[in-house]
């Protein structure tokens, strides 16, 4: 008798664990889709009109980026490329990526829209501890948690950056550098 009451705690236990995978699983709710939350707008968020031509244009865009610490990646024929890297916390780090692209408007493209874009990503430090394996022949192989550990950057996030004020800003800083180019002619 005293068997059976230590065997049937164990069968019982044994039978609820068996039991939880067969349950079935709730469906998750399928959220919206992303791209139907675009609006294709006729806002201006993402480009303005500048009475200039595009090479004054883009080079507007390219010295407005590099008086702000942006690290020029690629400027010529209508495109400006930079980026600029931030770390707001001790084991954040985040880059600002910048595109730009310069379009001649009207009939002698004399002017040129600039539509802009910038992508934020965000970066985690993931720290991975690092093991060793000790070689007991009584005992086989055991793995031990050494002190050391492998650190590296892991992207978390990736997003374009939708503010309006942040476009903004940057447009007005490029009309003050089309208008000092233009004074230096």
């Known amino acids: ?15 609820l664990l068996s039991g939880c995978g067969v349950l079935p699983s709730l469906p998750e709710k399928p ?8 609006r294709f707008a006729a806002e201006e968020t993402f480009s303005r009109l500048f009475d200039a031509n595009v090479d004054d244009t883009c080079e507007a865009a390219r010295r407005a980026l590099l008086s702000q610490g942006y690290v020029i990646s690629k400027a010529g024929a209508g495109i400006v490329q930079g980026a600029k890297r931030f770390q707001p916390e001790g084991e954040v780090h985040v880059e600002i990526g910048f595109n730009v692209v ?9 002017v040129a829209t600039a539509y ?8 985690a430090l993931k720290k991975s501890p690092q093991a060793a394996s000790l070689g007991v022949s009584a005992l086989g192989s055991i793995s031990l948690p050494l002190s050391s550990t492998q650190d590296s950057m892991v992207k ?10 942040f476009y ?11 208008r000092e180019t233009a004074a230096d002619h």
């Open 1 to 15: 008798m005293p068997r059976i009451r230590l065997l049937a705690p164990t069968a019982l236990l044994g039978l």
């Open 31 to 38: 959220g919206k889709p992303v791209y139907q939350g675009e």
């Open 102 to 110: 310069c379009v001649g408007d009207g009939p002698k493209q004399q």
């Open 116 to 123: 802009v874009s910038a992508q934020q990503d965000r970066y």
């Open 156 to 165: 978390v996030a990736s997003e374009t950056i939708p503010a309006g004020e």
């Open 168 to 178: 903004d800003r940057f447009f007005t800083l490029m009309q003050r550098m089309l």
